[in-house]
């Protein structure tokens, strides 16, 4: 079946410094990818998507491109803030009969130090 | 707007007591989704549902139960309370078609079982 793989955490980086979160993944067909990111002691929330290959996703900052030859779907943001200290989430939709459900990576987490 | 609703926010049982955990959702989503997020193992879906009436089994659905009657409630059920269902409890919902994938999610109900 479908798979999303994010790479491990934690990642620890100072105030201004670039970030890149790789995620790959395995499917059949053509996934919507999306990335979610959770603050500390929040429910997730939606920080970008992107639904065929080469569409860029971008919010806050954040972007991610749908590569379909690398099967890949990194974050990345070039200046990173205290405030992005969260756990950031990987994710694909799989078709599931008539319905669409998501495969979530296990999330990686991010520490940011002023 | 309060968007997804879940309550209690914390709760302690002990094994074998029952409990329901509520979540309410005012954005007249279609579809909605318990999660459990446990560490190292990321978002595991236990239920969900894609209209008031309606429920399907998820990937982990053993020891829990669930009920659509309204369409703006999702309720998770625990009959008889394991310590390996001590968890961080996610109420997510959608809206259906293309916008299944876009989850809103609850800020979460911590659950611990001894």
């Known amino acids: 079946g479908d798979s999303v793989t994010q790479m491990e955490g934690p990642v620890t980086l100072s105030e201004e410094a670039f970030l890149t979160i790789n995620c790959t993944y395995t499917?059949?067909?053509?996934?919507?990818l999306f990335w979610y990111v959770q603050y500390p002691g929040e429910g997730l929330q939606l920080l970008l998507k992107?639904?065929?290959a080469d569409d860029k996703g971008s919010n806050k900052g954040f972007e991610a491109t749908y590569r379909k030859e690398t099967t890949s779907f990194h974050l990345e943001k070039g200046s990173v803030q205290v405030s992005d200290s969260a756990v950031y989430f990987c994710?694909?939709?799989?078709?599931?009969?008539?319905?669409?459900?998501?495969?979530w990576g296990l999330g990686t987490s991010l520490a940011v130090n002023p | 707007n309060a968007g997804v609703t879940q309550t209690p926010k914390f709760r302690v049982l002990k094994t074998g007591q029952s409990m329901t955990l509520l979540c309410a959702q005012d954005?007249?989503?279609?579809?909605m989704y318990w999660y459990r997020q446990d560490p190292g193992m990321g978002l595991r879906l236990i239920h969900y549902?894609?209209?008031?009436?309606?429920?399907a089994k998820g990937e982990v659905p053993d020891g829990y139960n669930v009920s659509r009657l309204k369409k703006q409630n999702f309720l998770l059920g625990l009959e008889s309370a394991a310590p390996s269902q001590t968890s961080v409890y996610f109420c997510?919902?959608?809206?259906?078609?293309?916008?299944?994938?876009?989850?809103?999610f609850g800020a979460g109900s911590r659950l611990t079982v001894l």
């Open positions: 997510a919902s959608s809206y259906g078609g293309t916008g299944a994938n876009v989850l809103t």
């Open positions: 954005m007249n989503h279609e579809y």
């Open positions: 549902s894609v209209g008031e009436g309606t429920t």
């Open positions: 499917a059949t067909g053509y996934p919507s």
């Open positions: 992107a639904t065929k």
């Open positions: 994710a694909l939709s799989e078709r599931n009969g008539n319905n669409r459900k998501l495969i």
